[in-house]
Structures are given as C-alpha cells and as structure tokens.
C-alpha cells in the first residue's frame, strides 16, 4: 500500500501540553479463557475462614454467616496481572459485600487490594464486579459476602482475564462541528487500525488526533469514536455534545422563587436547560440515560423522552425510564425511575468556575481542574467516579461567574461523579452527575457562595442523629486515665506523645493536665512543657509554681508570629510541600499564626500581638478554600480541615477582641467550610461523624487521606466550632461537636488492650481497622470537658482593661473576683502576661479585691 493510502500519526501527531486527564486510564480489555468457578458439586475450592459455614445447595453456594465479618477463600495460582471478578450473589440481608486479593508480589492481604460494594438485598441476583491487580499473578481471593448475619447464596464467581489496550483515547475536545479525540499507542510496537473506513499507523508511544463530526442541527448529539484493531475487540469512546442553537420544540416552566429563570425540556431528545432570558445557566444532558457497565459518562444510548407539561413541573418518559422534575422555591428535584441502571441527570454547569466542591475529595479554587495531581500523583488522583465511601455528604456542587450550581441526593449507594472542566465530553462546562436505577436527585441554582450550598446540603436532611456512645462519660474518664497512668503512653522521662517508642517522653503539661482535673491532684514531674496533646490545657503550669515558664512560653510564640509576618499581614512558605501550589501562602498557613498571636492577646491584652493578628484577619479575606495547614507532610494547596479549625479560632477571637462582626460571618464561613470533611452518613458501625484530615496524600503519594479518618484533625475542628457555637445560629455547632467527639471516642483503643484509651491515628471503614500510631487521648477529654461545660482551660477575665488567666472558674462580682477553686490546693494567676503573678493557698472560695490586682 503506497503512504498516501494511510493516516500516518508522525504527520497528525500532537505536540505535548498540559498532562490531560483521561476517566478511563489504563484501559483493559476482556481476554480468552475466563475462569469460571460453579458450585454444582462441591464448594468451589472456597473455605469458610471467618465466622461463616459453607455448603452447595441445587448449585448454589450457600454462606450461613455467624457474625458481622464473614469472609470465605480460595486459592487461584494465575499468572496473569489484570483480572475482572464478578461475584454472582443473592441475599436479603443488608450491608456490605468486598472482595480482596493477593498476588504474587503483595502476598499480604490489606484494604490496598480489596473493593467494596453496597449489597442490593432484595432477595434476587446480582453482579458485582471488580477489577483487580494482581502483579507476580493472581494468588487468593477472598470474598466478604455480607456484614451481618444471615444467609448469603453465591450462584458463580468468575475470573475474566483482562488485557491491557494497546491504544488508549486519553482525551476529548469537542467544538460544533466535530469532536477530536487524541489516540495514544501505548505499546512498543507500531499499531495499524481502521478508524471508520480509513486505516491508520501509529509508531510506539506517540498519538493522533481523529475527528469525528457531530450533528450541530440537533440540541443533543452522542458523537462516537470506533477503531479496529485486528486481534483486539472494538476500542469505543464517545463524547455527548449540546448544541444551544439547534432548533427545537421547547416544553417549560418557570422556577418558583427565581425571578426569571426557567427550566424547560427538548421534545424528542434528552435535554433539559435552565436558562435566565438568553443567558443559559446549566444544561442537564442527559436528563437519564442508560450507563455503560463500568464507564460512568459513556452510555449504551441516548432515549428520545416525551416531555409532558404537568401541575408542577414537567414529566419525561422513553424506553423504560421515567422523570418527574419539580421545581419549587430553592431546589429542583428530579425522581428518576429506570429498569436498567442509568446515568442522570448529567448537570452541565455554565461559566468560568470560581469554586468546586465534591465532599470528601475535591474542594477547587478559581479555575482549578478537578482531579488534578496537585495533591495526590498516584492513580488515585482520578476522582471523577470514586468509591462511594470516599464521599463525606452528598453533596457535588460548582460555583461560577455566571451559576452557582449544587447536587444533592439521598440513597448513598449511588454512584457520583464530578469534573471539571468536563474531561469526559471535552467541553469547558462543569459536569456532574448520578448514576443508580430509582433514585431522587436535588438540584439547586443561585447565585450564592459555594458554603451557602453547603448548608442547604445540610438543612435538607438534617444533622444525623448523635452516634452511640461507646461508654458511659465515667467509663470514658476511666479509660483516659488509665492511658494516662497504666498504658505504656508514659515511662520515667514523661509521656509519649504517641505509644510507639519513637515518639520522645517529655513531662507534657496537657497530660499532667488531664490526670490533675481527673484526680484532682496534678502529678508531681520534675519538669513540665507545653503541649502534648492537639488540644491544649495549661491547668497544671498554674498548679505546681510554674505560670512564670507558662508566661515565657506564650510569649515567645507571639514574639516569633510577630518576627514572621511580613508587612501585609501574610506568612510566607517555603520548602518541600510548595509544591502543587500556585503561589507561597494558603488560608490554613496563615491562620495558624493568627491564631496564635490573637490568643496571646486574648490572654494578655498585649496590643502587638492584637494589632498583628488583626493584620492577619483582613489579608486572610482573600482565601476562599481551607488549605494549607499541614506541610509537615502535604502541599500547602491541600484542602485541610485543619485550615477550616485554625481560621474559625481565628476569627472568633478576632471578633471577641475587637467586636467586628465582619469577623464572626468569616467564622462562620469558615466553620462551613470544615463540613464537607466530616462523615455525615454511614454504612459501618463507627463511620459518622467521623473526619477525612485533607484531600489529598503524604508526599503526594501514600497514605491517600480521603476515605481514611483520622479523628485527631475533626476534635480540633470540633473544638474551634464550640467557640463559634454561642455567637451564631446557623447550625448546631455543638452538635456537629458532639458528633465528631463521640466518633473519636467509638475509634479508641478499647480496654483490655496494652493500648487501651488511645486515639488511633487513622481508622479505616470498611474493615473497621485501628492504624498506628497511638495518640494520647488528652484532646477527647478536653473536648468532651468543654462541651459539657466544664472548665477545660484556665479561665481569661477582663478585670478593668487586666487580663487576667486563673487555673479555676471564677466571676467578677462587684468590686470583688471570686475564684470558685479546690480546698487546700495552692495556685498562681497571671496578671497582664505575666506583669505579675499572684500565689493563693485556695480556701475553696477565694475573694480579691479589683483594686488589688491592678
């Protein structure tokens, strides 16, 4: 064949640019020779390892699970390195099913080489699918059917192996009249194929771009790339295209409450608009579609609905699916009934993005792409349809210059996805969606800051009811003292501020604090320091002559606040974790040092401190997302709920030495802020309530923090919205509080373990595992003090422009401040930051005179 009868990629070749992002990485196709394990005789060569009992019934595996944790195994010795397992099972239990494996190179089992699956429990068959990894060969599999008692029936497990692409489309840009995708040859070989009727050649490692044109005379066009490669089957990809201009018979109504903006569907397509006179908003494309298995965004076809204008809203019907739209005053709801999963409503939004939110894996800033690299490099960065316990609450949303656009659901076992810019369709709108087969979807439009679409989030179910306690609050107080006392937390250089021996042992003062309120008598220590726990209490500086060292402590961390801030009230990072972000400062590296500076001055009234905290404050008025606030380990653009914590402190503090209420809405603002890291659902016994620390991973590469709590992060955040709580009423901060405390005390090391009381730095849910290291437990007692309003700090009056800080409740009462302290016990206050410290051998009442103390 002459050259001209070829496409030939060198002279199509695109030249390399941004890394794009591509939802379907690493494509694998369906080999020969599936492996396909029955039960027509026997067991199949699985066993029963775990609270479970096996036997066949009419070809049936049937598992009669005895606990909450079954699990049944097998061994597979396959050599290959991509396997798809479909697990065929029936069951009218609710929970959990997971699948996990070994290979030759992982030969330990752990939550890296497993999937988990919400069990459809309805008495009938399913499939669940997963596809695995298994480098070195496919060594054991193991099933988890269920996570409860019950009978669990499996009909046929089967083992397809999988064969990676050769040719991957690796990205989509659409414009009117054509969608171009970008093919890359993957292999080490020239590939020769056909695209449509037209062959192509493709030296190794380089790519092409292949047009495809797309209808522009319709309002919604699936444009469709086919290639084939001999010995492979078809390599598919398709791109759904709306076009604003097409003609079509528009069927709408308006939107209550919404001046102006009307929602409206296209007769014979599968489309719905929101539109504000000529400017539209958001397109819904499809309005529900029917998904291809394991390809969220790509579809088996686009129905043609029939769209009928009812009381309330419009109603949709085509090839067995059915949507009822209603809009009402603040959100459009979409019910969506199909009898084959479906993917909808796909939510296109409009304009330049200004902010982003998936709860529990992306918070964006101003045009910031989703499922970047900025904070996570491994494959998991790739957030467009996760695993459904990754996300926090439900909750997708995306603010714009022209839209502020949210999605809400219910059903939890409903897959998500979100991208942007829309990486699927190649289009520069905003893309959302659900994917389920009856379902109810919220859909809300206004022009509003992304944390007001927080809290309608939140409203529109509610604050979940409390989570258990795992023990009474005196069992609670016995756990933590025995941590304190008997654990191996302490030995003779002082407490660990972790159990693992390579944590140093100092004479913490959080811990000499904690023992002292639960006793009553501070431990006599040779020395004490400041901190310890995430929560600090500096009771005992106050109680064993050492408020002078407390003084000294407090001020020089003021003192170094104040050398760091640069004239503009910044801070300014450098090192390692700049990487990943876009300029040298973030929300939660600032607020940190603001914290701390208007701190000293709530304690003191030092003016310094107060003037330079406030410089903070107003140059922190430019950040919108938490970030920021643990480069010991992440990028300073990593979204933080520490971020959320330090800047709600911050602001509080600022409005109560200043009275600027413009301060208190920044708390509250960032208090919201905070929400979206927190499990607001749950499927395991300890889930919610409980925190995801950041989005994104240490190093950029392991651990990944979302999905894996780590409770230390949410009781700080927890405690910084009880400061919050008596000023603002949006929400119940405290019960949020309580949520996240009761969560961290569920994660405890338990009794009877060397470990007992012990705050586990991570907890993973689906397999309900504790991860070291082992954290002291002072910042749940302190938190559960607080918020059972008792004293967990020394005390700050203002006693005529003094300050002073007393280790024990006290009261101004007329000319006189009364100390409500312990009988017998001797104990300093600190007057101005340590002007002057006063030493009393306490009565139990104590009473001073106010002209005495100035």
């Avoid at 701390?596 to 003191?604: D, S, V």
């Amino acid at each position: 064949m002459t050259l001209s009868g070829w496409i030939v990629a060198a002279v199509l070749c695109v030249p390399p640019g941004p890394e794009p992002v591509n939802p379907y990485p690493g494509e694998f196709l369906p080999g020969d020779k599936p492996t396909i394990i029955s039960f027509e005789q026997d067991t199949g060569g699985f066993r029963a390892e775990n609270q479970c009992s096996l036997s066949n019934e009419n070809g049936v595996l049937v598992v009669e699970s005895h606990g909450n944790d079954p699990y049944l195994s097998r061994d597979m010795g396959l050599s290959g390195e991509d396997y798809q397992v479909e697990v065929r099972l029936q069951t009218s239990v609710p929970g959990g099913l997971a699948v996990y494996w070994t290979s030759g190179e992982s030969p330990g089992r752990g939550e890296d080489k497993s999937q988990h699956f919400e069990l459809v429990a309805d008495g009938r068959w399913h499939a669940y699918t997963a596809r695995i990894h298994t480098p070195g060969g496919f060594r054991n599999l193991r099933i988890d059917p269920g996570s409860a008692k019950g009978r669990y029936e499996i009909g046929e497990v089967r083992v397809i192996p999988l064969t990676a692409a050769p040719l991957v489309v690796e990205q989509v840009a659409a414009a009117d009249d054509a969608v171009t995708f970008f093919v890359r040859n993957v292999s080490k070989n020239p590939l020769a194929f056909r695209h449509g009727d037209r062959p192509v050649e493709l030296p190794p490692g380089e790519r092409v771009a292949l047009r495809e044109p797309t209808a522009a005379d319709q309002p919604l066009d699936c444009v469709e790339l086919n290639l084939e490669l001999p010995g492979f089957p078809a390599i598919a990809r398709q791109a759904v295209v709306v076009h604003d201009d097409a003609p079509a018979q528009w069927i709408g109504c308006d939107v209550p409450g919404e001046a102006g903006l009307t929602l409206e569907a296209a007769q014979g397509s599968n489309l719905v608009r929101l539109r504000r006179g000529d400017a539209i908003l958001a397109v819904i494309a499809p309005v529900a579609a029917p998904s291809q298995p394991g390809r969220p965004g790509q579809f088996a076809r686009l129905p043609a609905f029939q769209v009928q204008a009812v009381a309330g809203g419009l109603n949709l019907s085509a090839d067995g699916i059915r949507v009822a739209i209603r809009p009402t005053a603040g959100e459009i709801r979409f019910q969506i009934e199909a009898d084959e999963l479906v993917e909808g409503p796909v939510v296109r939004a409009r304009g330049g993005l200004e902010q982003g939110l998936f709860a529990g894996l992306e918070y964006l800033g101003k045009g910031e792409p989703s499922s970047s690299k900025a904070d996570i490099e491994t494959p998991e960065h790739l957030r467009f349809a996760p695993d459904r316990l990754k996300v926090t609450m439900p909750l997708a949303a995306f603010t714009t210059d022209q839209v502020g656009v949210a999605l809400s659901w219910d059903d939890m076992r409903l897959q998500p996805t979100y991208a942007t810019p829309n990486f699927v369709d190649g289009t520069a709108e905003h893309r959302m969606s659900l994917i389920g087969m009856r379902y109810e979807a919220f859909l809300r439009l206004k022009q509003e800051p992304l944390e007001e679409a927080v809290l309608w989030a939140v409203r529109r179910r509610g604050l979940p009811e409390l989570p258990d306690p795992p023990r009474s609050p005196r069992e609670q107080q016995e756990l933590v003292l025995w941590a304190l006392t008997q654990g191996p937390l302490r030995n003779d250089e002082g407490w660990g501020h972790c159990v693992e021996p390579s944590w140093n042992r100092q004479f913490f003062a959080d811990m000499a604090s904690t023992i002292g309120r639960i006793t009553g008598e501070v431990p006599t220590t040779p020395t004490l320091v400041p901190g310890g726990g995430h929560l600090s209490d500096d009771y005992a500086f106050f109680l064993t002559g050492r408020a002078e060292i407390w003084a000294q402590s407090q001020r020089g961390r003021a003192q170094h606040a104040i050398r760091a801030q640069q004239p503009d009230g910044s801070y300014r990072y450098s090192g390692k974790y700049l990487k990943g972000h876009f300029e040298d400062t973030a929300s939660g590296y600032c607020a940190l040092f603001a914290r701390h500076l208007l701190e000293y001055a709530y304690e003191t009234g030092d003016e310094e401190a107060l003037q330079a905290g406030v410089r903070t404050l107003e140059y922190m008025k430019r950040f919108r997302t938490p970030r920021g606030a643990q480069t010991w380990e992440l990028s300073l653009h990593t979204p933080d709920i520490l971020a959320s914590a330090h800047l709600v402190a911050a602001y509080v503090r600022g409005y109560e030495l200043t009275g600027n209420r413009e301060y208190l809405e920044l708390a509250r603002k960032w208090a919201i802020t905070g929400i979206p890291f927190v499990y607001l659902w749950a499927e395991h016994p300890v889930m919610l309530y409980a925190t995801i620390p950041v989005y994104g991973a240490t190093n950029w590469i392991a651990p990944n923090w979302m999905g894996l709590p780590v409770q230390w992060c949410g009781l700080v955040y927890a405690y910084a919205l009880t400061m919050l709580a008596p000023y603002d009423a949006t929400l119940d901060w405290n019960r949020l509080a309580w949520g996240i405390l009761i969560s961290g005390e569920q994660q405890q090391v338990p009794e009877g373990d060397r470990k007992a009381g012990t705050l586990p730095d991570s907890f993973s849910l689906a397999s309900q595992n504790r991860n070291g290291p082992f954290i002291n437990p002072c910042a749940l007692y302190i938190l559960r003090r607080k918020l059972s309003g008792e004293p967990e700090r020394p005390q700050v009056l203002d006693v005529k422009g003094h300050r002073v800080v007393v280790p024990f409740p006290a009261e101004l009462r007329g000319d006189r401040l009364i100390i409500h302290a312990q009988p017998g016990v001797r104990y300093q206050i600190v007057i101005d930051g340590g002007k002057s410290i006063i030493e009393i051998e306490s009565g139990g009442k104590d009473e001073f005179p106010i002209a005495g103390l100035e």
